[in-house]
């Protein structure tokens, strides 16, 4: 599905993330929130399935653009991840013992195509 955006990366950060939303719905995710801020930072989507909690981190990278979309994830956006993760969990009544953060990549054509799309369960170590 080719995009119609700015090279703004706000427009391309949503695109992606309405992409891995979609993704999510149709392999079975509930969507329970998307954008959750804290002072800590802010998580793209937070979904569940088969009683697990999953905090999606959402990375979109248009041809060209240097290196992957998983490597700009280093150990202080992982830092920010779990933070805000844990603060999520505190503020539920009863969160569920299982609980994951996974980081979906989208690779885009110049065009806006979406050429490969990645979800990494799992993908950062510490637990929310």
Known sequence: MPVEMSRDRGNL???GERIAEQHLL???YGILQRNFRTPSGEIDIIAQKDGCLVFVEVRTRRGGAPG???ESIAS???AHLV???QAYVQSL???PAAQ???VITLSLAPDGRVVALDHIEDAVSGRP
Do not use: N
């Open 13 to 15: 950060g949503r695109f």
């Open 26 to 28: 149709a392999q079975g």
């Open 68 to 70: 992957e979309a998983a």
């Open 76 to 78: 202080r956006k992982q």
């Open 83 to 85: 933070d805000v993760a």
């Open 93 to 95: 009544s009863s969160p």
């Open 100 to 102: 994951r953060i996974d």
